[in-house]
């Protein structure tokens, strides 16, 4: 379980831009990235409260999504759909809530729920969103385009470092859109 590749914009843009590496800030998420804060910085977020908490500092995206996306004929690269880390053998969508991710040396993100894709990724690329949607057997709709977390314990992160995954204590609270 791997770092792949780390990224960050300071502007809202739906994709972000590759870096050597990412200081995470604790409370606050990635430095010089459009979306740390304390409160939303998700521009619809913002629109609906902005006194929010940003329970979005830190988009996680599994490596083995864009082999999977790139398999049914889309050019997606790491940084193109947003994420600040993106992961290689860790099943992120599997986590419970409140998991904690530790990266390299000293940082620490706490899993706090689902990226809920937006229209952006559609304007991205067409066909894009319905790609990152599927139905479980029972009808529920399953988000596929990654997790998003807080930053508890700050530090450099960089494309190679490793990940380990502390779950929470059981009972495992099933992740969520936020």
Do not use: W, Y
Not at 14 to 35: N, Y
């Amino acid at each position: 379980m791997k770092v792949q590749s780390v990224s960050a914009d300071s502007q809202h843009h739906f994709s972000k831009v590759v870096q050597p590496s990412i200081t995470l800030l604790a409370g606050l998420g990635v430095a010089g990235d459009a979306h740390a804060g304390v409160t939303v910085q998700h521009r619809s977020r913002v629109r609906q409260d902005p006194t929010q908490p940003n329970l979005r500092q830190v988009h996680l995206l599994a490596a083995e999504l864009l082999e999977e996306l790139r398999g049914r004929g889309f050019a997606v690269q790491p940084a193109d759909l947003g994420e600040n880390i993106l992961t290689s053998g860790v099943k992120l969508l599997d986590l419970p809530r409140g998991t904690r991710l530790h990266l390299g040396s000293a940082a620490v993100i706490e899993v706090t729920g689902l990226r809920n894709p937006c229209a952006q990724i559609e304007h991205f690329q067409t066909g894009l969103l319905a790609a990152v949607l599927d139905k479980a057997s029972d009808g529920q709709l399953i988000r596929k385009a990654g997790i998003m977390g807080v930053v508890l314990e700050g530090g450099e992160v960089h494309a190679g470092d490793r990940i380990r995954v502390e779950l929470p204590p059981e009972p495992h609270q099933k992740l969520e859109r936020v």
